[in-house]
């Protein structure tokens, strides 16, 4: 038993029968966040948190939220000579979207000047392909429920807006701006209750009309759990829409010609349907369609085809498979003697880009790069030219653009994040070790100079095909200038070695993820970085489910355990937020097989009294719509009623945010919430 005196939460007898197997919930009434109970229950968990010692939390506050005035700035979106990109300044609480031509620079959309609150972000932005039109979304409170807008950029003036129900839109422009293809999502009275987060479609959309005369234009009959691409040729000729059923690692792709068929119509020929891979599709200059594709290739390939023939059999390599490396992007510099493709690669997470001849794909040279981190998105000029732009981040380096000249051959310094701050020298080393299975995995390794266990945050995700890049962090910089060992594992089931690394950590293979963090753990306790005593977990979303089942299967391997914003009900998960949409990753319930994969680990369900379970801190958010806060509140009262060690089981609800963007503030303190909460408890002084 713990010292602390946790709320009382009534245990209820339910029991479902699912495939033969009795399956306990006794907290399921915490499921309901209007009934009275879980009000009263959670308004008592707030309290008890609050009430809680964390002796650090200030000095971990100030010294993030200082790293953090380091601010950032994005790549640019060039239309002719105006260009679009992102900055936030130190002072500011959200990233501003300017436009820059020969009259200088203006902000176009500042959150915190359409509210004061800082409870408005800016979601995404597309300008038109002659920059003279804008179109943005925003949402309120980490909804994330896009409303969207179009402004003139010339003024500034809004000149349409908002149309709801643009969740995870992409916008499609039309030559001369005024029309768009995008999605939208049909209203709730149109679809059975409880799916109001599915059922999209394509639209066609003519600037200054009704949304509500919008021409349909794909969708109809479909899957209700489908995401859908859309994008427009920069000479406005082709279309293409693509669809992929929730998140899974594969979609169908077609493909019209819009001078052969009505835009309200367009005729569309099938690239690939019922396929499993994932496939896109760049129309270029030089008339060839190029083919970006895991289709046999699960570390990524580009093709060449004729537009006229997209399909598979005509599809010819020009940069091949790399055994080693995996490919993640590419840009065409075609204002050059012999045009180039440049190419973005990833060796074990760490970013790479080469330089390939444009017509055979043979390998010429290398982009100059700064370090050993991340690059963003390789960006051109949507009309050609000799110059690329890209993003770079490492472990200690802020979010800066670079400049690369093909003329040249230079890489240079195009605008570097606008704070200057005092970054604390660390060292990064790259280690590998075997997980349970043999498997070699991946980990960086992020310290200052000193020997002797320390105490440790080790970090994962481990799905959805997401890589765990090196980046700046001022909650690792701050962990780490304490004196602390931060880890992060590149676990199967994220993307660092391409797709087949994520299908050996999803579905039935989940078990893999788990145990390659356990291996993680292992390995820096036997080689002396860390002791069990010492050594804390993080993890976020589906990284929260890691942790959430780390601790239920190793709870003598961990002294302290982070989990937010959590799947760990993984019986009843696609009940609730956009849960549906993931049970291409993890199975569902329904099928017996499947349940059988969830029911070996899910978290919540493998909670035993008596067990000696490490201190564990659950942040969540009222306004998630991705994954609700109940995972946690059940698991919460799960733990608290179980727990037999002197170890807190503590809830960090937090109002007005969701699973995506926020205020710069509100990330802070909750860093600085988390940080305090690791260093109690590993020992951290």
Known sequence: MTGLSYPPARRDDIVDDLHGTPVPDPYRWLEDADDPATKEWLDAQDDLFKSTELPDRERFRERVAALLRSGSVGPPAWRGERRFFMRRTPDQEHAVLYVADGQGERALIDPMALDPSGLTTLDSYQPDKEGARLAYQISVGGDEESRLHVLDVETGEVIEGPIDRCRYSPIAWLPGGEAFYYVRKLAPSEVPEGEEQFHRRVYLHRVGTSPDGDVLIFGEGLEKTNYYGVSVSRDGRWLTVSAAQGTAPRNDLWVADLTASPLEAPALVTVQEGVDAQTGLHFGRDGRLYVFTDRDAPRARICVTSPETPTYEHWRDLIPEDSEAVLSDFAILDDLDE????????????????????????????????????????????????????????????????????????????????????????????????????????????SREGSGPRPTILYGYGGFGIPMTPGYSGSILAWVEAGGVYAIAQLRGGGEQGEQWHRDGMLGNKQNVYDDLHAAAEHLIATGVTTPEQLGISGGSNGGLLVGAALTQRPELYAAVVCSAPLLDMIRYEKFGLGETWNVEYGSASVPEEFGWLWSYSPYHHVREGVSYPATLFTVFASDTRVHPLHAWKMTAALQHAQAADRPILLRNEAEVGHGARAVSRSVDLAADQLAFLARHTGLA
């Open 339 to 446: 045009p180039v493709m440049l190419v973005g690669w990833t060796r074990h997470a760490v970013s790479e880009i080469a330089i390939h001849t444009l017509e055979t794909g043979v390998r010429i040279g290398e982009v100059p790069t700064p370090g050993l981190g991340s690059i963003g998105g390789i960006a051109e000029r949507p009309e050609g030219g000799h110059e690329a732009w890209f993003s770079y981040t490492d472990n200690t380096t802020p979010p800066s653009v670079y400049r690369f000249d093909a003329r040249t051959g230079e890489t240079s310094l195009w605008a570097a994040s606008p704070g200057a701050v005092e970054v604390p020298t660390v060292n990064t080393e790259q280690v590998v070790y075997r997980s349970k299975d043999g498997t070699e995995v991946h980990m960086l390794v992020i």
